[in-house]
């Protein structure tokens, strides 16, 4: 099982803009072949959200950043951004879930 989190900052005053666009690319993503789930979180920090994305393997969390919704909604939402992401990719150690993690 694959796991990824990714912290984003989002420029002032352009919160609303940045959850409608996030709101599609979750929606989308959560139809993806191998997606175990796909949630936006708004941090405690002004202006900060947190992407916690679950995937069956890493096969599946490949085809989610080659897929066409994740590149023409990504493009849309960088632009929105203060600052790069912050990226976590994880590996499984073991899963509530029943699923074999991945070794």
């Given at each position: 099982m694959r796991g990824?989190?990714?912290?984003i900052r989002i420029k002032e005053g352009r919160e609303a803009e940045f959850e409608a666009l996030a709101d599609g690319l979750v929606t989308q993503s959560r139809g993806e072949?191998?997606?175990?789930?796909?949630?936006?979180?708004r941090s405690d920090e002004a202006r900060e959200y947190v992407f916690i994305e679950r995937y069956a393997d890493e096969a599946a969390a490949q085809a989610h950043v080659k897929s066409d919704h994740y590149r023409r909604i990504g493009r849309l939402m960088g632009a929105l951004?203060?600052?790069?992401?912050?990226?976590?990719?994880?590996?499984?150690v073991t899963s509530a879930a029943g699923v074999a993690p991945d070794k």
């Open positions: 990824i989190v990714a912290k072949q191998g997606c175990l789930s796909y949630d936006l979180w951004m203060d600052g790069a992401p912050i990226v976590f990719r994880l590996a499984a």
